[in-house]
């Protein structure tokens, strides 16, 4: 446990995720009823859910981080089964970095199309060109040129009297 301005920090493993969750949403002593944010992560060698959660025993936020999940196939159990507004922020992280959450009922894109089938947040996700280039060097192919509209009506100067 780590603690850091207002927020309190705790990592577990993937298998504490359950019960953890679970202890602190109904234990009387935490009662972190309400989460207010679940996202992913890419550290770049592992993958992390991070939880964002809210007692009104406490002033601290808490932040619960389960790290070390596999890159290859990072799985995590859903949070739905304590706060039902997770399943939304499940399906975020799902679509931006793959973690799937097991027992999800609709875990299903929610920002890219349904057929895409990469996950854009994850820091191997390929970019078709190379976006670390300065503008100055040009436009990517991947971005559109577009001219001016033509305007119809006449150019007003304002004269000065």
Do not use: C
Request: charged letters at 30%; a negative charge.
């Amino acid at each position: 446990m780590r603690q850091r301005h207002d927020q309190t920090e705790i990592r577990i493993a993937a298998g504490s995720t359950v019960d953890v969750l679970r202890t602190l949403h109904d234990d009387p002593a935490f009662r972190f009823e309400v989460l207010a944010d679940v996202a992913g992560v890419d550290t770049g060698d592992s993958m992390q859910v991070v939880y964002h959660l809210w007692s009104e025993t406490t002033p601290d936020w808490l932040r619960v981080i389960v790290v070390d999940l596999a890159r290859d196939d990072p799985r995590v159990p859903s949070a739905t089964f304590l706060w039902k507004g997770a399943e939304w922020m499940e399906r975020e992280a799902y679509d931006m970095f793959g973690i799937v959450f097991e027992g999800n009922r609709d875990l299903r894109r929610i920002y890219m199309p349904p057929d895409y089938t990469s996950f854009p947040l994850r820091k191997d996700f390929f970019i078709a060109d190379d976006s670390a280039r300065s503008p100055g060097q040009g436009v990517r192919h991947m971005e559109q040129v577009h001219a001016p509209a033509e305007s119809s009506a006449p150019i007003r100067r304002s004269r000065a009297r």
